[in-house]
């Protein structure tokens, strides 16, 4: 007979989302073993099956908007550790377990000297959500730095290997986005340098890193200068999710054909863009909201930020609901659709009761 007792019924997942929305999931499994991983999961698949749930992997909760009631069988992927696989004298390959803390093992790898995802710093989340949808900033993505992605397909209960071009990666985009709740990310296996390669032209990074580097004594920056960098300039617009519930960028920036983007920009010059390719240009939604007046607005209790337009905040932490979300989003894809012509998309996963 199968052994259920890690099974949990009524968990609730108001704590485990950074959105802070009330949430109460049927039933749900923690995974903390590595070693234990394929006989836990074999139990949540015959458990569901039996049940006739669906399965949904959640995560750091930084990316997903949740419902009141959530009628799956909830995943929660704990497990830790880090295991070097390969090294040469240029790279090191590492494989990393889904439930490391992000920010941490970005830390960690910089103080052994293993460089590349320091633009990446203070993302919230875990390891293995980091591939779904691509996480990106300050110029990299995480794609340009993971080998392999171990999943277990939660169809077959199989474990399976995916290498860099099968992961089918793009701007906040995966094969694992086109295909949800079918996958559990058991490890994501990196490959990072050993000599830095700093990339600073984004926006102020240059700037800040440099004056970080300059304090320490030094002409240019460090890889771990440019992690203070990122840490400082995030700090500085984005809201921490442990002090005012959000997750991130709520809508992606969205690309236009070349020919919309001289029409706005002969109507708002200031209008920032970065060339996609000859035919399309990006336009950060950030920007077109605050032009569109509503920084800092919105329905209460969803507010876009003060600092940052393109997070939305939760100021009724663990009582505001998806309906209220769903509220501020409308309300905020209309006003940027009236004034710019522009089709806002939301960014973090949404789920409704019945997956
Ligand atoms: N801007 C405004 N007002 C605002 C917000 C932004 O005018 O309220 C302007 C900024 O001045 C700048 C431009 O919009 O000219 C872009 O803003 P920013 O550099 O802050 O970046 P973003 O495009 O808003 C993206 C990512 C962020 C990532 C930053 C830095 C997406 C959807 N978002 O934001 O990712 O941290 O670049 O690389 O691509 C996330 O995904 O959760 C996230 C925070």
């Known amino acids: 007979m199968t052994d259920t007792t890690k099974i949990l019924?009524?968990?609730?997942?108001?704590?485990?989302?950074?959105?802070?929305?009330?949430?109460?999931?049927?039933h749900a499994m923690i995974l903390d073993s590595d070693q234990r991983l394929a006989d836990d999961l074999a139990v949540a698949l015959a458990f569901a099956k039996n049940a006739n749930l669906p399965i949904f992997v959640l995560s750091g909760g930084s990316n997903v908007i949740l419902p009141s009631t959530l009628n799956a069988l909830v995943l929660l992927p704990k497990t830790t550790g880090t295991q070097l696989i390969s090294q040469t004298e240029q790279s090191v390959t590492l494989q990393v377990a889904c439930g490391e803390n992000w920010h941490q093992f970005i830390q960690t790898c910089l103080n052994q000297g293993y460089y590349g995802l320091e633009n990446l710093a203070l993302i919230p989340g875990l390891v293995g959500a980091c591939p779904v949808q691509n996480i990106g900033a300050y110029g990299v993505q995480v794609s340009d730095f993971i080998d392999k992605v171990i999943a277990y397909d939660l169809q077959t209960g199989q474990a399976c290997t995916f290498d860099n071009t099968a992961c089918d990666f793009g701007y906040r985009h995966s094969f694992f986005k086109d295909n949800p709740n079918r996958y559990l990310i058991s490890h994501?296996?990196?490959?990072?340098?050993?000599?830095?390669?700093?990339?600073?032209?984004y926006g102020d990074l240059a700037d800040v890193s440099g004056k970080i580097a300059s304090k320490n004594g030094r002409t240019t920056p460090t890889p771990m200068d440019v992690f203070d960098a990122v840490v400082q300039i995030r700090q500085s617009k984005l809201p921490d999710p442990a002090v005012l519930a959000n997750c991130g960028s709520f809508f992606q920036n969205p690309i236009i054909p070349i020919?919309?983007?001289h029409e706005l920009k002969a109507k708002f010059s200031d209008l920032p863009s970065y060339l996609v390719n000859d035919d399309f240009i990006k336009l950060p939604a950030g920007w077109l909201i605050d032009k569109a007046g509503l920084k800092g607005k919105g329905i209460f209790p969803i507010l876009t930020h003060e600092k940052q337009a393109l997070v939305l905040t939760n100021h009724h932490p663990r009582h505001a609901s998806q309906h209220d979300i769903k509220?501020?989003?409308?309300?905020?894809?209309?006003?940027?659709?009236?004034?710019?012509?522009?089709?806002?998309?939301?960014?973090?996963?949404?789920?409704?009761e019945h997956i």
């Not at 994501?188 to 032209?201: D, H, M, S, Y």
């Open 9 to 26: 019924t009524h968990y609730d997942l108001s704590h485990a989302n950074t959105m802070a929305l009330s949430c109460v999931a049927r």
């Open 259 to 261: 020919k919309q983007f």
């Open 327 to 352: 509220t501020t989003q409308d309300f905020i894809i209309n006003a940027v659709k009236t004034m710019f012509g522009v089709s806002l998309v939301r960014e973090p996963v949404w789920l409704d």
């Open 188 to 201: 994501v296996v990196f490959r990072l340098q050993k000599a830095p390669n700093i990339l600073t032209n």
